[in-house]
């Protein structure tokens, strides 16, 4: 190999809309990826009985096999429409590869183009801070149950869009 040469990368997933053959393959992901203690969490109170987004959810498969997903869920936070952003799962394997990333932005560009004003979730301020995701627009709209309200994060999808979410977050 030349000293110009670039060596291939080990990870060249391909990331599409999640199809329904998808589905059972992104619950065994997800469970691997956050265990039984998922069902507990403030998040899953926002997705139970609610309907995901299906124009919104992702899917990385590197050789046919579900390696990450990401989902969006219809939620309001004081009545005002936005997406739920979760669960972000990524292949214990195929993490630090920028896999993760590349799922949020493909999910939040898909919610733009679909008209949602925004993106929530609950998560990690400096990993999600780099996709354009902020603690301080979301300081007011308040998680179901017990929940870190300084993860609650937004990301703007039109000017303003991130603006005026005050209240409870709920199923929409």
């Known amino acids: 190999m030349s000293s110009s040469a670039v060596a291939p990368s080990p990870l060249l997933p391909s990331i599409l809309i999640e199809r329904p053959e998808h589905a059972r393959a992104v619950e065994v992901l997800v469970d691997r990826a956050f265990g039984p ?4 969490k403030s998040s899953e109170r926002l997705r139970e009985g609610n309907r995901k987004l299906d124009d919104c959810a992702f899917v990385a498969l590197l050789d046919g096999r579900v390696i990450g997903s990401v989902r969006l869920w219809p939620v309001t936070v004081g009545g005002q429409p936005a997406a739920f952003l979760g669960p972000l799962a990524v292949d ?3 993490r630090s590869h920028g896999l993760g990333q ?16 925004a993106v929530l979730l609950v998560g990690d301020a400096p990993y999600f801070g780099r996709i354009g995701f902020s603690a301080e627009p979301a300081a007011q709209a308040t998680m179901p149950g017990p929940a870190d ?6 990301k703007a999808l039109v000017e303003g869009g991130d603006q005026g979410l005050v209240g409870p ?3 929409a």
């Open 149 to 154: 309200q300084r993860r609650v994060l937004v």
């Open 102 to 117: 590349a799922l949020v932005e493909a999910a939040c560009a898909a919610a733009a183009k679909a008209g949602w004003r």
């Open 169 to 171: 977050i709920q199923v």
């Open 92 to 94: 214990a394997d195929a």
């Open 37 to 40: 203690g998922r069902f507990a």
